[in-house]
């Protein structure tokens, strides 16, 4: 069976024969039709994920969409997939049952695997980790990524008073734009507190999505309007920062953590549903990369600098 094969850590998978997958107890064979590439599968690939990697060598891909034999498709995600044991860059996958959601018939698995973690880790901040009050102002720090532009249009859809998009690439922030932030802030140009203080109002934003952590969230703290609520949901400005105490305890905010792994997994389950249903309609839209398993490598290391686009192998 082909499969990506991480061989060395820190070094890109490259394509391979191994062997096929055997479902034990409580396990399932799904043919995998989308596996992305997603900054987990990287971090653990370079043995500085924090939840560990797999026995080398393996097969990365800590999400999959695929068939299970009886015909139905299905998303394939936790349960160690692609940490603690092979994942779903492969022809196919040996998955817990625990670890699958169904899906409904007709969805397109490169969308609905561009949407997996990603855009659950979007979404889900919104709606159920710092569920949105309408009307609130929303500033989304790292907004021209898929999570980031995810949580653009989930603010918009849940109504947001206001919607803020930040990040690096003024041509992913005039995407932003189009997908409804009113505003949008460089990152990269000076006095980043007072821009961020101005595109969100002067009572400053009232919800932070954070998928950068470091120096932006610092910044955006010292805006932040009283009593706002920060979700950080990654790290790829820095996995440090250092916080003003007088932000967080004059401001009376609220730093929450979130991981798609922690949530529980009826919450997964009916809000990945959720969020297809407005992908099919239109009103959730990112911009998706197929490519063949025989091209993991060049993927790999593109995910490592940045896509600027959400890369999906289809095998």
Avoid at 105 to 112: F, K, L, N, Q, S
Avoid at 252 to 279: K, M, T
């Amino acid at each position: 069976m082909r499969a990506a094969v991480v061989r060395e850590l820190g070094v890109p998978p490259e394509p391979g024969e191994v062997e096929e997958p055997a479902p034990g107890e409580g396990e399932t064979l799904v043919e995998v039709l989308a596996a992305p590439l997603t900054p987990i599968d990287i971090a653990t690939g370079a043995g500085r994920f924090y939840g560990g990697h797999p026995p080398l060598p393996y097969v990365p891909g800590c999400e999959a969409v695929g068939r299970l034999e009886s015909g139905e498709l299905v998303w394939a995600h936790g349960s160690g997939l692609g940490g603690k044991r092979d994942g779903g860059l492969a022809e196919r996958l040996a998955a817990p049952e625990q670890a699958l959601l169904p899906l409904p018939e007709g969805t397109d698995p490169v969308v609905a695997g561009a949407l997996g973690i990603a855009g659950l880790a979007g979404w889900l901040p919104l709606v159920w980790r710092a569920p949105l009050r309408g009307g609130e102002t929303v500033l989304v720090l790292g907004a021209t990524g898929t999570v980031g532009l995810v949580a653009v249009q989930a603010a918009r859809i849940l109504g947001a008073g206001r919607v803020v998009a930040a990040g690096r690439s003024s041509e992913a922030l005039a995407r932003a734009a189009d997908a409804g932030a009113h505003a949008t802030v460089r990152l990269d140009e000076g006095d980043l507190v007072r821009r961020l203080r101005e595109a969100c109002g002067e009572q400053g934003p009232e919800v932070v999505i954070d998928p950068l952590w470091g120096e932006p969230l610092a910044a955006a703290l010292e805006a932040a309007g009283q009593g706002a609520r920060v979700v950080n949901v990654g790290q790829s400005a820095g996995p440090e920062t250092t916080i003003r105490s007088a932000d967080v305890r004059g401001k009376q905010l609220e730093i929450l953590g979130y991981s798609n792994f922690a949530a529980p997994r009826d919450v997964l389950a009916r809000e990945y549903r959720r969020l297809l249903e407005h992908a099919a309609a239109g009103d959730v839209r990112v911009d998706v990369e197929q490519l063949p398993l025989a091209d993991v490598a060049a993927a790999w290391r593109r995910q490592s600098e940045g896509a600027g686009t959400k890369l999906v192998i289809v095998p």
